[in-house]
């Protein structure tokens, strides 16, 4: 029998066993991760119709072979992410179609006295079927869990700026921790949306949890309190701690044109008329 034939021969039974092999991937997958259990019906019919790629593979030419294992790649990744399946469990499966299927190929290769050449050559097509799909299949796989890492941080990161209606006319922001340059572009951009949104009159800036601010922080918030002005919103500063007054007054920053006060309670109490306006 012809090395071709052989192949073709081949190709048949993979895809005949596709089920039975898919199953044994299963099988040994869910010995080594229980874990992974809960998932097996999803990921058994992706491994199924891997196994079947891996059968037709054997009677197609290169380019076609890796265009069949980019497509199911694409979507097995991105499916596998969303089925919270790690990528190394995922990897550590790829290994399993080589010797399961490798075993398959020996047995028909002995039983049709196939040349040494011949066996070499069906045993090069699947090891580079292994390679390309743990390529294809990585690529996806990580560009999914990188697009929700990005979407969480940035979901984290506006919540690092709350801008809070504690009455129909009052928003409060209340800023804790270290107010880099990105945060302090936020911090403008999410009170003047708000304030749009919430149509309020007055917007108070709290700084009672920021440990300190710099020169640049300082002229976001004389923007900010400009931009608010536009709008026709009497934007307030709050809880200017020691530090942050002996950096103003050491960076030279002119806050005197701003309404500052110490305790948010007293920038309340001005705006329902009770107090007096105290500035740096």
């Not at 037709?56 to 992410?81: I, P, Y």
């Not at 045993?123 to 969480?152: H, M, R, W």
């Not at 951009?189 to 309020?200: D, M, N, T």
Request: charged share 25%; with cysteine.
């Amino acid at each position: 029998m012809s090395n071709k034939k052989v192949f073709e021969e081949f190709s048949k039974l993979v895809q005949k066993k596709s089920s039975e092999l898919a199953q044994e991937v299963t099988e040994k997958q869910n010995e080594k991760y229980p874990e992974m259990q809960s998932i097996s019906n999803d990921l058994l019919t992706m491994r199924e119709e891997l196994v079947k790629l891996f059968g037709e593979s054997f009677v197609l030419g290169d380019e076609e072979r890796r265009k069949n294992f980019k497509a199911w790649g694409k979507k097995a990744g991105t499916q596998c992410a969303t089925l919270n399946a790690s990528l190394e469990e995922m990897l550590n499966e790829f290994p399993e179609y080589r010797t399961i299927i490798g075993e398959l190929l020996k047995t028909h290769a002995k039983e049709h006295e196939l040349s040494i050449d011949g066996f070499y050559d069906m045993l090069n097509i699947l090891e580079t079927d292994i390679g390309d799909v743990t390529c294809y299949f990585s690529l996806p796989f990580v560009d999914y869990q990188a697009d929700q890492l990005k979407n969480s941080k940035e979901a984290l990161f506006e919540l690092s700026v709350p801008v809070i209606p504690i009455s129909d006319e009052i928003a409060v922001l209340p800023l804790v921790g270290d107010i880099d340059t990105s945060r302090a572009k936020l911090m403008l951009e999410k009170a003047l949306e708000k304030s749009a949104k919430l149509k309020v009159n007055y917007f108070i800036l709290d700084l009672s949890g920021v440990p300190i601010i710099d020169t640049y922080v300082a002229q976001i918030i004389f923007q900010l309190i400009d931009s608010l002005e536009l709008i026709g919103v009497k934007a307030k500063v709050t809880g200017m701690t020691p530090d942050i007054v002996q950096t103003v007054v050491n960076l030279g920053i002119d806050f005197q044109k701003i309404q500052t006060y110490s305790s948010l309670k007293q920038a309340i109490n001005t705006i329902h008329g009770r107090e007096t306006s105290k500035t740096v």
